[in-house]
């Protein structure tokens, strides 16, 4: 199989493309036992840098102002012998639509295997994903997209979070994902690893509880509090893994496979 190449773009920051990228997106490629690399091209945020302990392998990639440079750039990423699953997740505003004509100049966008559109619920997520869309759809009409709905409270409710979307006839007929807000997102950045790989890790949950125990010993109640938490918190991400990840990974590889 030919390593895949995934851009996760909105032309809006602030839409969790870094989360959507580095939690739902990359792990997929661990879960089939595959190497890959998420390439942060953002001259700013350096969201992935957090994740050291992660195997996903991560990179920051500087966007270049001048649009010769930036195709240039593009080019070198696209036709890199590396042979790594490759995510690209691009910074929003300005970051986002240079990168996309960049794509399009230099017509790499052959080589994109899916589009992911990240949006975070609001009325500006929705003006700046369907933006998105129309300019990817302008490089190619044929571009597989998939979109990830990102900071659900809750997934019984997605339909009024997320209602705009889900009702408009020509969104609603594009997969997607949903990433619910979750004290497991936080926890995983304290711990340097994404859910995905925390909700296996039985050597990390082992440490927790022995420093649990210690703290017990030593009746060292703020300690007990926050070990009792972590742990309790570790847990669920075992759930969140089953519930929202592996479903996450089970749609993307029906959009990567052509089975939707």
């Known amino acids: 199989m030919k390593n895949q190449k995934i851009v996760t773009a909105n032309t809006k920051g602030g839409s969790s493309k870094s989360t959507s990228s580095m939690q739902s997106i990359a792990t997929y490629f661990l879960a089939r036992g595959q190497e890959v690399e998420l390439l942060e091209l953002d001259n700013q945020n350096q969201d992935a840098k957090i994740f050291s302990k992660s195997r996903i392998k991560t990179k920051q990639i500087n966007v270049e102002s001048n649009a010769k440079d930036l195709n240039q750039t593009v080019r070198d990423l696209f036709l890199s012998e590396d042979k790594n699953n490759k995510v690209m997740d691009i910074g929003g505003n300005a970051t986002t639509s240079n990168f996309l004509s960049a794509l399009k100049s230099t017509h790499m966008y052959n080589m994109v295997d899916l589009f992911v559109i990240p949006m975070s619920g609001g009325s500006q997520d929705l003006l700046n994903g369907v933006n998105t869309l129309k300019i990817i759809l302008d490089m190619d009409k044929n571009a597989k997209v998939l979109f990830a709905l990102s900071r659900v ?58 420093k649990l125990l210690e703290s017990f010993n030593k009746n060292d109640k703020n300690s007990i509090y926050s070990y009792s938490l972590i742990l309790e918190i570790f847990e669920d991400s075992q759930n969140y893994k089953k519930e929202i990840i592996d479903v996450a990974h089970q749609t993307l590889d029906e959009v990567l496979n052509g089975k939707k």
Request: proline share 5%.
């Open 153 to 210: 409270r809750n997934p019984k409710r997605i339909q009024f979070q997320y209602g705009d979307f889900l009702n408009d006839d020509e969104l609603k007929k594009y997969p997607y994902i949903i990433l619910p807000e979750s004290d497991c997102i936080d926890l995983s950045r304290k711990l340097k690893k994404t859910v995905y790989e925390l909700a296996q890790d039985e050597q990390e949950k082992e440490n927790i509880n022995k």
